[in-house]
């Protein structure tokens, strides 16, 4: 081939030498042990499709019920040290 390309040769000559540092049975790990991290990719991806779409309305449902309770609970809070001042006796307005 001409310059900068990678002919059949030189593959088979890089495939010999990771072969020789690596081993076979390390290597035959490391195909599987990466076809399953691809399957579980994949399983993943398929599960949080149906989610995804779904669960976001709810948590939007979620948060704008409970942005209200913490209004009304900081208003409460605030009335009752109010309470705890020193007019204690005085009738509220």
Known sequence: MGMGGISIW???IILVIVLLIFGTKR???L?????NAIKGFRSAMKD???EGEA???Q???QADAKAPA???AGSTAAGAT???GADQGKPKV
């Open 10 to 12: 030189q593959l088979l």
């Open 27 to 29: 290597l035959t790990g």
């Open 31 to 35: 195909g599987s042990d990466l076809g």
């Open 48 to 50: 949080g499709e149906g």
């Open 55 to 57: 669960a976001e309305p």
């Open 59 to 61: 948590k939007l449902e």
């Open 70 to 72: 913490a209004g009304t």
């Open 82 to 84: 109010a309470a705890t």
